[in-house]
């Protein structure tokens, strides 16, 4: 069943390399006469990240083990349907399903699998561990038992395209509840939560870090300014970089690629300070992996300086990445200060401080029923909801019209409790969808009319 999940690029990425003391036969290829050991890798990460780890490790290993490493990359459609497909494989072999390892997809993964008992507990050394804080900002960068590991950091924020604002004579964005200002309205790109963890993941730390009534309102403006939504939050940057968008909510990675290629000139990424959280991207050796013994060798080299600098450096720099740069934020300490000349990223995430008291248990409580409400009042009425705020929008926000349009249909406390309490009942989330649906259509087009 594993066969029909792996990619078509997804074969032995493994480059041979032989010991050390013969540089040469590696560089040549020559090393027919290495043993070889094969590691089964399930992950929701793009083709870049797996073909710069596969190559790297497949060097270490032959430089500092002595054998080749093939890794067969397994990827079963995104970090949901990644979750599911491991879930039902142990459901059917509970003792072990032929993977050795689970890589990306954030922190969601590794706490479920922790509370099903899916991980396997590495014993990697101290000294590997000691550079990389154990938590920060009250959230765990790797779990303390070694269940699993943070094997980068993710920040979720704003990408903008300076020489579209500097035409449009807007501000540059600096806090979420700038995307909902009126001069931005149809100048915003948005994407779809139901189809993007990281998006969805950005939604929810508005709600949080807002609260849930003022953070629904910014979420409605922001929303009601987007000119569309995409179903992936890779689009987002396009449409940024494109300039068919002055800006959008975007991951670290896409933002900061973003600007990379575009230069510092046209486009900018931030971070906006104490409104947003940093989490980690994690990896875990899976319960009954077939060889464990190089799986945690695997998570060592990903967490080591050599493995922290491939995440975090300009392709084709010393020591960095061969080809694609991964754009992505070191879990070690003070790394982007030490190879600063090399670094594709400007910030070291240890020196942001997020601010936000960020619920990780409600965001998995209200996973499911938040999108579905996201979807039925926003996303699925964005036509009727950019009419009233076309209307609106430039009303004072003590006006009851306007506080009718961005006021949240259900209350935080009555959706949590319907999360548990009845959206596990598919009868009752369809009806819900389609009434919340239908609700908002017709007080949005009440509203357009009304002024």
């Known amino acids: 069943m594993q066969a029909a999940f792996v990619c078509a690029f997804a074969v032995v990425l493994g480059v041979p390399f032989l010991l050390r003391p013969e540089p040469v036969r590696v560089q040549e290829g020559n090393t027919s006469d290495l043993p070889s050991r094969k590691l089964v890798i399930v992950t929701p990460h793009a083709e870049a990240i797996r073909r710069e780890f596969a190559r790297a490790f497949a060097e270490w290993t032959a430089e500092t083990r002595g054998f080749l490493t093939d890794i067969e990359w397994l990827d079963p459609g995104g970090t949901t349907t990644a979750i599911q497909w491991v879930e039902d494989q142990f459901e059917s072999r509970p003792g072990g399903i032929e993977v050795d390892i689970f890589f990306g997809g954030g922190s969601d993964p590794f706490l479920r699998f922790s509370q099903l008992g899916l991980l396997h507990r590495c014993s990697l050394p101290a000294e590997v561990l000691a550079p990389i804080p154990q938590s920060h900002a009250g959230t765990e960068v790797y779990d303390a038992g070694q269940l699993w590991f943070g094997a980068c950091l993710s920040g979720f924020g704003i990408l903008y395209n300076k020489a579209v604002l500097g035409v449009l004579g807007l501000p540059e964005p600096r806090e979420w509840a700038d995307l909902g200002r009126p001069g931005f309205f149809s100048w915003v790109a948005g994407a779809d939560p139901r189809q993007s963890g990281s998006i969805h993941m950005a939604f929810e730390i508005i709600l949080q870090a807002y609260g849930w009534e003022t953070g629904w309102r910014n979420v409605m403006r922001m929303c009601a300014n987007c000119r569309s939504f995409s179903r992936g939050a890779s689009d987002v940057p396009l449409d940024v970089s494109a300039g068919e968008a002055a800006c959008g909510m975007a991951i670290d990675t896409y933002g900061l690629r ?132 076309r209307v609106l929008r430039d009303l004072p926000e003590g006006d009851p019209r306007v506080r009718a349009l961005l006021e949240p249909p259900i209350s935080e406390d009555d959706l949590l409790r319907m999360a548990e309490d009845r959206w596990g009942d598919a009868a009752f989330r369809a009806d819900m969808v389609a009434r919340w649906s239908q609700e908002a259509k017709t007080r949005y087009r009440r509203l357009a009319k009304e002024r």
């Open 258 to 389: 973003a600007v990379a290629e575009a230069g510092e000139d046209r486009m900018a990424f931030c971070l906006p300070q104490a409104l947003t959280v940093i989490n980690p991207d994690g990896i875990g050796v899976l319960k009954g992996a077939p060889d464990a013994e190089l799986a945690e060798l695997f998570v060592g080299f990903v967490l080591s300086e050599h493995g922290q600098r491939i995440w975090m450096q300009r392709a084709g720099t010393p020591g960095g990445p061969a080809r694609y740069g991964l754009y992505r934020l070191p879990v070690m300490r003070g790394l982007v200060e030490r190879y600063r000349q090399y670094a594709a990223v400007g910030m070291d995430p240890y020196e942001f401080e997020s601010g936000v008291e960020f619920d990780l248990d409600k965001k998995n409580r209200r996973w499911g029923i938040l999108n579905a409400l996201i979807g039925a009042c926003i996303i699925d009425v964005h036509t009727e909801l950019a009419a009233a705020w």
